[in-house]
């Protein structure tokens, strides 16, 4: 197995400028609306690759579109008028403001904001997501079912929930909202753990945490659930400083595999989906989950992503599209290099979230020392690994 060359057009700036850069490109605009701290929070980023638009410039387009159409009815309230970073959205909901008191915006985009928010009843911190529907016919139409399909899919989760899955409480509907009432989590992002980490972190800690998210895709797939949005923001810790606390959120792109109107939407965030989520006329399954984690353990591993940030988004959908990665040379261990290779391959050759967890990596034999001896026996292993899949 030889590794792919890397050439300057690919060589990726990550590793020094993570700490002084967010992990999306700002937009050129001084709209606050885009200056957002770590990944970027949108709809939909793969729609604008779809039209060949760069994402930021797609999203100030769709912007502005929804914003010329809700001031042709003032008869209502509109929910783009009212996402600001600082202005709250106003909502009909009584039940949600008689119980939770708002403390600050964490995170918006046109659909819906997310806000930390106190119980007033028991003092505790939560997560509410809220949602307005908009005065648009067509935006209205995709954006109810993908709230369906949202709330479908957290329902279930609440009834058959996971340790390492963000927790629903509750969930408030009233009139034109909807609100996910979620736990807090105080521990922050792994992009956010990263930078403190200065971007080393050591091979028990990238093995811990790989682990947990395994299972974590484990359960959801076995419910039949994809989550379709795996990168470093959706990824946080209950407990600041304790890596085995770590939950996977967002289920704002997860749908049943069944749900065949869903499955149509392609979502994603470049340079994490699985490359034939790009493609309309293939269909995709569980497996665009594997390849989405994959990229995420090479940014544990390397420090690096295997799409360079230093491109445009345009060059990085067309590349990613392609499947044309590159694995950075900090790659050092040979059996986390190769569970990450079997993980970004294309999706008839992807190993399942059953098969990851027993591949070598994970085995005693995988933390023995690089002697001579252990070499052959990591080779063994590797051997009936590969019969087995």
Not at 254 to 268: L, P, W, Y
Not at 287 to 314: E, F, N, Q, W
Not at 373 to 385: E, R, V, W
Request: one cysteine or more.
């Amino acid at each position: 197995m030889k590794r792919r060359e890397s050439i300057a057009f690919f060589d990726s700036g990550f590793q020094n400028s993570i700490l002084k850069k967010t992990e999306r490109k700002k937009s050129n605009t001084n709209s606050k609306l885009h200056e957002l701290k770590g990944e970027q929070f949108s709809q939909s980023p793969l729609q604008a690759t779809l039209n060949t638009i760069p994402v930021d410039q797609f999203e100030l387009q769709y912007l502005a579109r929804s914003n010329k159409q809700s001031k042709q009815n003032s008869s209502g309230v509109s929910f783009f008028n009212l996402t600001t970073q600082t202005q709250l959205i106003q909502t009909t909901a009584q039940v949600f403001h008689e119980k939770y008191e708002i403390i600050k915006i964490l995170k918006e985009n046109k659909q819906c904001q997310i806000v930390q928010c106190r119980n007033i009843f028991n003092k505790e911190y939560v997560v509410a997501k809220i949602c307005l529907q908009s005065q648009n016919v067509k935006i209205f139409q995709v954006f109810q079912s993908e709230i369906n399909s949202e709330i479908k899919v957290n329902k279930t989760l609440k009834k058959y929930p996971h340790t390492k899955l963000m927790k629903l409480l509750e969930i408030i509907t009233e009139k034109d909202t909807s609100i996910f009432i979620y736990e807090y989590m105080a521990g922050g992002t792994l992009y956010e753990f990263m930078q403190q980490k200065h971007l080393k972190l050591d091979d028990s800690e990238i093995k811990t945490i790989f682990k947990q998210l395994l299972k974590a895709l484990k359960h959801l797939h076995s419910l039949n659930i994809l989550h379709r949005d795996i990168k470093l923001d959706n990824i946080m810790f209950k407990t600041k400083g304790d890596i085995k606390s770590l939950k996977l959120i967002d289920f704002g792109f997860a749908t049943f595999i069944s749900d065949n109107k869903n499955m149509e939407f392609r979502c994603g965030t470049p340079g994490y989906v699985a490359p034939e989520i790009y493609q309309q006329s293939v269909p995709y399954n569980e497996l665009c989950d594997i390849y989405s984690l994959g990229a995420v353990i090479h940014i544990l591993a390397t420090g690096k992503r295997i799409y360079s940030s230093k491109l445009a988004p345009k060059e990085i959908c067309e590349l990613n599209k392609k499947n044309q990665y590159v694995i950075s040379d900090n790659l050092k261990c040979p059996l986390l290099y190769d569970i990450i290779i079997q993980m970004l391959k294309d999706a008839g050759q992807r190993p399942s979230v059953e098969k990851c967890l027993i591949h070598p990596y994970f085995t005693k034999l995988s933390e023995m020392k690089n002697s001579h001896h252990d070499s052959i026996n990591q080779q063994q292993q590797y051997i009936i690994f590969l019969k087995n899949i």
